[in-house]
């Protein structure tokens, strides 16, 4: 089991950049397979995106592709994602998860991940 820590959400105006970070302790975060999920109000949680344990690949949902990249730094523990020409629609709880069992690229679901953070909001303004 493994603890995680989300941060760097806020309130930004359509358009803008904003990365989170997600900072794991516990045990070896190397020995994890990463993803990032988000939850709008009134919506079901739904996957944004997931990274390789040693970051060599990573996968994302349509939404996120071409302004979402994740990346991880094993040596910090941390995983990032990093989140270009915000939208309103992309107003949620951004989670991160770490997964044991996960490979490739098939962490799609949350069900596949053991451990998670307590989120961190994100507001985008029109």
């Known amino acids: 089991q493994v603890q995680l820590v989300e941060s760097g959400g806020g309130l930004v105006q359509a358009g803008v950049s904003l990365r989170l970070s997600c900072v794991v302790s516990?045990?070896?975060?190397?020995?994890?397979?990463m993803g990032w999920f988000r939850q709008a109000p009134g919506k079901e949680r739904e996957f944004v995106g997931g990274?390789?344990?040693?970051?060599?690949?990573?996968y994302y949902a349509d939404f996120a592709k071409g302004r979402f990249t994740i990346s991880r730094d094993n040596a910090k523990n941390t995983v990032y994602l990093q989140m270009n020409s915000l939208k309103p629609e992309d107003t949620a709880v951004y989670y991160c998860?770490?997964?044991?069992?996960?490979?490739?690229?098939?962490?799609?679901?949350?069900?596949?991940?053991?451990?998670w953070g307590q989120g961190t909001q994100v507001t985008v303004s029109s």
């Open positions: 998860a770490a997964g044991a069992r996960v490979y490739g690229s098939g962490g799609l679901s949350e069900d596949q991940y053991d451990d």
């Open positions: 516990g045990r070896s975060f190397s020995m994890y397979h």
């Open positions: 990274i390789s344990r040693s970051g060599g690949r990573s």
